[in-house]
């Protein structure tokens, strides 16, 4: 199109003149050695001295005319594309001149680009997913974060470099589990995730400590502002040991001001485990080898389903309201277990429901707040019977249920101080109520059996402040330290967590960043309550109310080289490490 233009401009600025006298009409053609019309090749017209006297573009067939009064001329044709060729006057009417060409003709030229894999800001890794996944197999969520640098999977839960790591949606706070995130984004669409921002340690107004993923989940919009819809329809076959299935459907809404999103998705459970128990077990000075090898399968059916929508009255505020379920169905195990110790068999049915409601406000000037309540409940019935070496046998029928109400409020406030410094600050309450029993119905064989009826109520109250500042244009930090008051059960404890991030960009290509994060783990409503749960005949597990939470710090170092490889060492320490073992 350039080259068009020039011959088009050039035709165009030339001042035609012609002797007076009688004019006659020359006409023809530019074609190329194949006899293929060359378009808007420029066809000179000079008089017998060389000077010039018209000029013409040849149309989409290649002719071109001229009127002029000249008994004698040539003719010169060009084209950028071809060989000049010049012919002296001819006589007769529709002649072709022919272009060769060019011998030095520039062959195609390709452009590749490739989107960086990750960007680096204020100590946050942002991940494109579609990048991250692209040419792996991934279904879900959960199988695409697995794909990020540095995360992993170990007993069912994720990990972060060297210790576990905090799930957040959306950058906003909430008060589901770790463990229910998970069976949220196992059922999610892997389409669902458009960014995955990875914080070694994330800075307070997330409202957790230590190290954080925030998935934050894609939207949509039209150029022209006007409604659009987009769906998805998915489904996936996994063959372990048994088959699962998986389908589900997800929807996407824009209309400008309102924005929405949907999400339901079943899944077919089918599990097989095997656990091999060996013990070298001191009784009195005596050794006994203790051998146990267990082996279950469990089943259920699981429905989870999710509801978002978004209100933007203006381009700086925005108010998000989110509901998200997940119930299961038809939950059964059975546990066969053999040893030199005991033979069992434990059967379990079981059911659960999950209800959770966020509403969230993010302003203009610097301010987030929001509200979470999450209601979650687990009954179930376990049958077991064991018989030991001697032939004696045990059993009992236990009804168990958990009841979980939980409720969250966090406000947050941002400025843009001068010389490029920021102050943040926020609160955040927490507070729930766990109800737990255990119930026998029917026993034989002697077991030492007791009913278990609690209630244990948890408080958290937060206070934080940070500082930040972009010391030139490749170092910058953040500072923050947040206070906490703690009450669970009979624990009350008063704690201070500092959070600091390093950041220095010696080039685009190149990066580093240090992090340092404290935080204290609390053990989980189960591991506190005062009951009993039978593995086998040897192995059982038992609450303990008075199991401590402990503090935990952790330092990561992390280059990040061609905004492609991400290279990370890591210290943890843990003074006062608690954890539940078996009996």
């Known amino acids: 199109m350039y080259r068009n233009i020039i011959s088009l401009l050039f035709a165009a600025a030339i001042s035609v003149t012609a002797s007076a006298g009688q004019t006659r009409s020359v006409t023809g053609a530019v074609h190329d050695t194949e006899g293929v019309p060359i378009q808007y090749a420029t066809v000179i017209l000079q008089d017998a001295d060389g000077q010039f006297a018209d000029a013409a573009v040849t149309d989409s067939l290649g002719r071109f005319s001229f009127n002029t009064a000249l008994q004698s001329f040539r003719m010169v044709a060009q084209h950028v594309l071809y060989e000049d060729n010049t012919v002296d006057g001819v006589d007769v009417d529709d002649f072709i001149i022919i272009l060769a060409r060019r011998d030095n ?12 894999l990750v960007k680096v800001s204020s100590g946050v890794l942002a991940y494109d997913v579609e990048q991250v996944t692209r040419g792996k197999v991934v279904t879900t969520a959960y199988d695409a974060i697995l794909e990020l640098p540095g995360v992993r999977e170990e007993d069912g839960s994720l990990v972060l470099g060297g210790g576990g790591v905090s ?10 589990s770790h463990q229910q995130i998970i069976d ?59 088959a699962n299935y998986q389908a589900g459907t997800s929807l996407l809404y824009n209309a400008g001001k309102f924005s929405a999103d949907m999400l339901y998705t079943y899944s077919d459970n089918h599990v097989r485990s095997v656990y091999d128990l060996y013990s070298h077990h001191n009784v009195n000075g005596t050794i006994h080898e203790i051998e146990q090898h267990d082996l279950g399968e469990n089943r259920l059916d699981k429905h989870t389903g999710r509801f978002g929508l978004d209100f933007r009255p203006d381009d700086d505020n925005q108010l998000s309201l989110a509901y998200n379920t997940t119930i299961t169905a038809n939950g059964r195990g059975e546990t066969y277990s053999r040893g030199n110790f005991s033979d069992s068999y434990s059967r379990k049915t079981s059911n659960s429901q999950l209800h959770n409601l966020s509403f969230d406000y993010t302003s203009g000037f610097g301010f987030k707040g929001g509200m979470n309540y999450t209601y979650y409940k687990h009954p179930s019935v376990q049958f077991y019977e064991n018989t030991d070496p001697n032939g004696a046998q045990t059993s009992f029928v236990s009804d168990a249920r958990q009841r979980i109400d939980a409720v969250m409020a966090y406000a947050d406030q941002a400025h843009a101080l001068r010389r490029d410094w920021e102050l943040t600050y926020g609160a955040k309450f927490y507070y729930a109520n766990d109800h737990d029993y255990q119930i026998y119905r029917e026993s034989a064989g002697g077991m030492q059996l007791y009913d278990t009826d609690n209630t244990l109520k948890e408080y958290i109250y937060d206070l934080y402040m940070g500082v930040g500042k972009s010391l030139t244009d490749r170092l910058s930090f953040n500072l923050s330290l947040t206070g906490e008051y703690y009450k669970f059960g009979r624990d009350d404890d008063w704690a201070v967590f500092p959070q600091a991030n390093l950041s220095y960009m010696h080039s685009p290509q190149q990066i580093l960043q240090f992090s340092f994060s404290s935080d204290k783990r609390y053990p989980s409503y189960w591991e506190k309550q005062d009951h009993i749960g039978y593995m086998n005949g040897y192995a059982e597990g038992h609450g303990n109310p008075n199991i401590k939470a402990y503090n935990y710090y952790s330092a990561q170092l992390t280059y ?18 608690a954890v539940q073992l078996a009996y």
């Open 560 to 577: 990040v080289l061609k905004q492609k490889y991400i290279f990370n060492m890591f210290y943890n320490y843990a003074p006062d490490y």
């Open 167 to 176: 799930i957040i949606l959306n950058g906003r706070p909430s008060t589901l």
């Open 184 to 242: 949220l984004l196992k059922q999610m669409p892997a389409s669902s995730l458009e960014t995955a921002e990875v914080m070694y340690s994330a800075p307070p107004q997330y409202h957790v400590r230590g190290a954080a993923l925030n998935l934050v989940m894609r939207g949509i919009a039209s150029e022209d502002g006007s409604p659009v819809w987009q769906g998805e329809v998915n489904g996936s076959y996994t063959q372990q040991h048994y």
């Open 105 to 116: 003709e520039i062959d195609e030229i390709v452009v590749r680009g490739e989107r960086p």
